[in-house]
């Protein structure tokens, strides 16, 4: 949301309250407008979470919450305080409210809006000047679709010009549903004059109804030219459990791994006008990655985001590609998922704290561990580092550059003497060791020319390597922070971590987390590459035997160790989507 208007086309500018020189507090300009993150609806009772964006508020600085009534008086009203929030990189601010609203008594459309509050003052001072219209985020169009609450009915719905939440309430009646459907109608033509993208799905859906199988269609996949992840696993076991439900595997024509799922059936290329459709009219859209590898070519991952999702209420299913060690860095404002799989208790319990998501996590295990039996094939370790926000360029096709050259950056400086290592080498020769490595997706194109000092070096490709069978056959792991660890421990093989870069990793990538490898890990942590050699010789020396306390460790992370993660996922997204248990959220 960049830009805020009033309905009369008129600026309005957010304001907050600070603290004037003489003691008192005064009204002043935020920088940019607040948006709300996630709703959770009641009967009787709206919670929400609004971020002040690019602000850091003093402390006791209060606010209204209100909706008002379109073109109206204000139907609910409450008071917040700001309290301290943390964005995804870790760094915390005064800029969060979170407030409860009546449910206002009649029904109707209501603008979410807020206004600064004066210390001390019960409420809003009569000069304070025109409310503060709040605008959407993305995850809270994503998971917004009709819920019913009781005798009602509720939407969050985007405004068609300027920046804002409306929530749509009304009654469950036949005249009331009626009602509903025609203003979903002339919604879209607002949008469509307003030149918004997606005004077209919904009549799209209508006409391409005839072309699509009946009952509920799922679409599960990875990156667009991946089928190696939890994706293909929970895939395969679906196929199998159920081979008659309409569930389709999504990956691109032209993908290496289309083979992988072809045998399994009901595999659809990407982007093609069979995907196209089934968009339209997918019930679950489960991703290992982002939903928005899903998308067909042409669809802009924003404008679906803000435009398409809440027209077509998909459950979206996060299965996730690892462990989040890092769960400040998922946010429900931008993914707006219905459920996450978490591995265990700690995990999930993080993700509640942070990420904004509550009900939504739901202790599964992941759809790959059920593969994850070990096939140690002897005298191979796999180098797998992951990659750094700061030294890739913007994902999902943003523009703009890396914020930082990779060219004399510390992970090149390791990552390049470490596979360069004459010393190195000579363990591997000793030993008679092959060390294999994967580069990260997101900065393999780096490594590309690289040459490593030795032949015992393989450097694999990041888009093809069959990750889930390098983890179950590897003797040793050797990585950073990647979340790969976890599956290499799951197995029970030991792990090397090699954090050279901590104080930057965490300052421009990490953020906060659970799980610090000092004292949860899984191995010894090592900062530079004459420790990481004389680790990998000493696991050799040992025949690769894991140490006791790295084994404790791992039965305090995972929840179930029993290859029923599929199943359970399973059950959880028929959870989500069953009609008589319509979760309470818009």
């Not at 999702?309 to 993914?335: D, F, I, Q």
């Not at 191995?523 to 004389?534: I, K, L, M, N, T």
Request: hydrophobic share 40%.
């Amino acid at each position: 949301v960049a830009g805020h208007h009033d309905d009369d086309g008129g600026a309005v500018h957010p304001s907050s309250v600070v603290r004037a020189p003489g003691g008192s507090y005064a009204v002043t300009t935020m920088a940019t407008a607040p948006v709300c993150e996630y709703v959770d609806a009641f009967a009787d009772r709206l919670d929400l979470a609004i971020h002040l964006r690019g602000e850091d508020l003093p402390e006791g600085t209060r606010f209204e919450v209100r909706l008002r009534r379109r073109g109206g008086p204000i139907a609910s009203r409450a008071l917040g305080e700001v309290v301290p929030r943390v964005s995804t990189v870790g760094v915390w601010t005064r800029a969060a409210l979170r407030v409860s609203l009546p449910m206002p008594p009649e029904d109707g459309a209501f603008r979410l809006e807020l206004v600064a509050v004066p210390e001390g003052a019960p409420g809003p001072a009569p000069d304070a000047g025109p409310a503060t219209v709040v605008g959407p985020t993305p995850g809270l169009l994503a998971s917004s679709r009709p819920v019913e609450l009781g005798e009602r009915r509720l939407q969050v719905l985007p405004a068609a010009g300027s920046p804002a939440v409306w929530f749509r309430i009304a009654g469950t009646s036949r005249v009331a549903r009626a009602a509903w459907v025609l203003r979903d109608w002339v919604r879209d033509l607002a949008f469509a004059a307003h030149g918004r993208r997606f005004s077209w799905v919904r009549l799209a859906r209508l006409l391409t109804r005839p072309f699509v199988p009946r009952g509920p269609i799922w679409l599960v996949g990875e990156r667009p030219e991946t089928a190696r992840d939890n994706g293909r696993a929970l895939f395969a076991h679906l196929r199998k459990a159920r081979p008659e439900a309409s569930i389709f595997y999504v990956i691109a024509a032209d993908s290496p791994m289309r083979a992988a799922v072809e045998p399994l059936g009901n595999v659809v290329h990407h982007s093609s006008w069979r995907h196209r459709v089934l968009m339209l009219h997918a019930d679950v859209l489960a991703n290992a990655y982002s939903v928005k590898h899903m998308l067909p070519s042409r669809w802009r991952p924003g404008a679906y985001m803000l435009q398409a999702t809440w027209r077509l209420g998909a459950r979206r299913v996060y299965l996730k590609h690892g462990v989040h060690m890092s769960p400040e860095a998922v946010k429900r404002a931008n993914g707006g998922y219905d459920l996450l799989a978490a591995v265990g208790p700690l995990e999930a319990q993080a993700l509640r704290e942070h990420s904004g998501y509550s009900l939504e996590v739901v202790e599964t295990g992941l759809a790959r561990y059920d593969q994850l039996v070990p096939e140690h094939q002897g005298r191979t370790v796999l180098f797998m580092p992951t990659w750094r926000r700061y030294l890739a360029p913007k994902l999902f096709g943003g523009a703009g550059e890396a914020e930082m050259p990779y060219e004399g950056s510390d992970y090149q400086r390791f990552v390049e003497g470490l596979l360069g290592s004459e010393q190195l080498a000579e363990v591997l020769e000793r030993r008679d060791l092959r060390l294999l490595v994967v580069p990260h997706y997101n900065l393999a194109a780096e490594l590309g020319s690289f040459r490593p000092g030795s032949p015992r070096i393989e450097m694999l490709d990041a888009r093809t390597a069959d990750i889930p069978a390098l983890l179950r056959s590897c003797d040793l792991l050797v990585t950073d922070w990647s979340s790969v660890h976890f599956d290499v421990a799951y197995v029970g093989a030991p792990v090397v971590y090699a954090q050279f870069d901590r104080e930057q990793f965490a300052a421009g990538h990490g953020a906060g987390s659970w799980f610090d490898a000092r004292t949860d890990g899984f191995g010894p942590v090592v900062e530079d590459v004459e420790s990481v050699v004389g680790e990998i010789d000493r696991y050799a020396g040992r025949a690769f035997e894991r140490e006791p306390e790295f084994a404790d460790r791992v039965s305090r992370i995972f929840a179930f160790r029993d290859r029923g993660s599929c199943e359970r996922l399973t059950e959880a997204i028929d959870a989500v989507t069953a009609p008589s248990l319509t979760p309470s959220r818009p």
